[in-house]
């Protein structure tokens, strides 16, 4: 009986041995390492991009089983627009979405994806975009790790004023940032730069008397409520550029295989947030005219002097690319050929 009882508790022993054992390597299989990333996107939560940029969030997270789980910070409440490219650099976002042109000079050979050539839509400019970027591998972009970027679709003028020729521009003061400053003040209005969050007030209040912008900010921004007129300018479609990178630290930190779903996900959302785009301009359009506000079409004559008034725009972009040694003529002739 005492040997039964012994050999009873020696396999006993063992079998506990080999569940601990079991459960341990178990353990160690399943245990995977979380990355909480936050993310800056100055987009107030209820736009179109915004959402877009959530969906994006959420299908890295979904397709790394939760390995990579992002929190979106809207509405420029990690940081301030102007500032999240630097904030992605210094690691204070770890990933973050602005505009390239809210500082400007800080990416000159990218300005000129901004340059008014006459975009028709958004899944165009952001597809460019993106192989602009991937063929220059531009080294103002060196300092984050680019996941893509994207970009809206033509850019038009919104007015309190009332316009219905080239001439009734001159002597306006239209806020514009970046390339389209540059824009204005070559159809001999007033530039005046300041964020998409500034404008409303900005028009409401007459510091301004149009803006430059897609449709679709008439909407997603509320701007069509305090203009009245919407002109067509598409003959000078312009784009602003915007990005969305990463820290390079913690894009390094990353395991690989992690690295490759996110570049993936992002691939794919090159058409999606240019649809994006385009989707909201379809909504702004139709935002506006439920508001009742006049849209202008320019005669021929209109346009072509509009064309005509952009030439020094692109001049003065070859030569300041030239002088910092950049290839921003090869830059705007690849450009102008993808449009074609």
């Known amino acids: 009986m005492k040997k039964l009882t012994s050999l009873l508790l020696l396999v006993l022993l063992v079998l506990s ?120 591998k531009p080294e103002e972009l060196s300092d984050v790790h680019v996941l893509y970027i994207h970009a809206h679709g033509p850019g038009i003028l919104a007015s309190r ?25 070559a159809l001999d209005g007033t530039p005046i730069s300041m964020s998409q969050g500034d404008t409303y007030e900005s028009l409401q209040k007459g510091v301004v008397d149009a803006t430059f912008c897609p449709v679709e900010t008439l909407k997603g921004w509320k701007q069509g409520e ?18 969305v990178v990463m820290n390079k630290a913690k894009w390094e930190a990353l395991p690989e295989n992690l690295q490759s779903i996110m570049t993936d996900v992002s691939e ?25 506000k006049t849209f202008v079409s320019l005669n021929d004559d209109d346009n072509k002097a509009l064309v005509e008034a952009m030439a020094p725009v692109y001049a003065e972009y070859e030569a300041a690319t030239a002088e910092k040694g950049l290839p921003g003529e090869a830059f705007l002739n690849d450009l102008q050929d993808m449009l074609k």
Not at 109 to 122: A, K, M, N
Not at 161 to 171: A, C, P, Q, V, W
Not at 226 to 232: E, G, K
Request: aromatic share 10%; hydrophobic share 40%; net charge negative.
């Open 161 to 185: 004023k009332e316009i219905r020729s080239f001439g009734d521009i001159t002597s306006m003061k239209i806020r514009a940032t970046g390339l389209s400053a540059k824009i204005v003040s």
């Open 226 to 243: 305090v203009i009245d007129y919407v002109v067509d300018s598409k003959s000078i479609g312009y784009t602003t550029t915007m990005f």
């Open 17 to 136: 041995g080999c569940s601990k054992k079991d459960d341990s390597s178990v353990s160690k299989a399943e245990k995977k390492e979380i990355y909480r990333l936050n993310y800056a996107v100055f987009f107030p939560a209820s736009h179109l991009q915004a959402q877009t940029a959530e969906a994006w969030a959420e299908e890295v997270g979904k397709r790394t089983d939760g390995q990579v789980q992002i929190t979106l910070f809207h509405g420029g409440t990690l940081t301030k627009a102007a500032q999240t490219y630097e904030a992605v650099v210094s690691g204070v976002a770890d990933i973050g979405m602005s505009v390239f042109a809210y500082t400007r000079g800080r990416f000159p050979l990218l300005e000129g994806l901004d340059l008014p050539v006459g975009y028709p839509d958004g899944v165009t400019a952001t597809r460019i975009a993106n192989e602009l970027v991937q063929k220059y």
């Open 268 to 292: 794919e959302w090159i058409f999606k947030q240019g649809e994006a785009w385009d989707e909201s301009d379809r909504q702004g359009e139709a935002f506006v005219k439920d508001l009742g």
